[in-house]
């Protein structure tokens, strides 16, 4: 049978979602757009993991060809553009990882900006650029919440930004619902703090404390798209996203983080990031820490 116009061929996907090759012509068309709408670069070492998540979704869909998912892409993008986001990513993160940037946090940074917003009555805010399904945000609200005490600083206008492109880690960070096995980065203190422990059909797992969900705010947002937020931000954490992305997208991301951070303000990236030779705008303060000059 002859394709229709536009449709890039595909095979039948089978019941189980193996044995069947993502066509080059295909893989082509999904890596240029997943380039242009998400700024993740796929290699052609990437196509077997592309294949074994999309075929999965394509069951969800009732499709039987990936040519067909293509040209669902092709005509209506907008409609499937967050699920393919999810499918492609990896959301791979927990409470209080990379435990040295809370460090800091505590020791330092949250001392001053409180000490300053005091004397000016600004706003605190700090983004989290690709929460996943929230741990991040939560510890980082944690430890705010920690400080906004022990600093005698409550009044203070202080608040968290998470923002991730998957729908279904945004819902799980909008829940705030673990299971146990989940708050292992937690100390024993904080957990019995800031955790409340499930009960009934919720056994196994716990829920964060609703001071924390007062401090955090969860959005959908593409990084590669308009931002509707126009700071400035006194921290933004973008650990382990932009290992995805090519230097050309790195460089046009770092400067549009560089537009929201005043003088001073502090970039968190993850303990294989670098901003070597992509921009300038930043000094190295820390182990994957840096500053805003100016």
């Known amino acids: 049978m002859r394709a229709a116009a536009g449709m890039v061929q595909g095979d039948a996907v ?7 090759a993502l066509g080059d012509a295909e893989f082509r068309f999904l890596r ?20 074994g998540r999309l075929a999965r979704r394509l069951r969800a869909l009732g499709l039987r060809h990936f040519g067909a998912y293509c040209e ?24 209080f990882r990379e435990q040295h940037h809370y460090d800091l946090l505590v020791d330092e940074l949250l001392p001053q900006w409180l000490q ?31 400080a906004l005490e022990r600093h005698g600083a409550a009044g203070i206008d202080a608040k968290i930004l998470a923002t991730d492109l998957s729908p279904q880690a945004l819902e799980t960070a909008r829940n705030g619902v673990y299971p146990l096995e989940r708050l292992a980065g937690i100390s024993d203190e904080r957990r019995c703090r800031w955790m409340l422990r499930g009960a009934g059909e919720y056994e196994g797992f716990a829920c964060v404390h609703p001071r924390l969900r007062e401090l955090v705010t969860v959005q959908p947002l593409n990084l590669l798209h308009e931002w509707p937020m126009r ?6 954490f973008c650990r382990n996203v932009v290992i995805y992305f ?6 046009r991301l770092f400067r549009r983080y560089a537009a929201l951070l005043p003088a001073g303000g502090h970039l968190f990236l993850g303990h294989s990031e670098s901003l070597h030779g992509i921009n300038d705008d930043f000094e190295l303060i820390g182990r994957t820490v840096y500053r805003k000059l100016g």
């Open 231 to 236: 700071g400035p931000f006194d921290a933004i």
């Open 246 to 251: 090519d230097q050309p997208t790195k460089q």
């Open 72 to 95: 669902l892409l092709r005509h209506d993008p907008q409609s499937e553009l967050d699920n393919l986001a999810s499918v492609i990513s990896t959301n791979v993160t927990s409470f």
């Open 116 to 146: 300053q917003k005091r004397r000016s009555g600004d706003r605190l805010r700090i983004w989290s650029a690709g929460c996943s399904t929230g741990e991040e945000p939560y510890a980082l609200a944690m430890v705010l919440a920690e």
């Open 14 to 20: 089978p019941a189980d979602g193996g044995g069947v």
């Open 32 to 51: 240029d757009f997943v380039y242009e709408h998400c700024g993740i670069a796929l290699g052609e070492h990437k196509r077997q993991l592309v294949q």
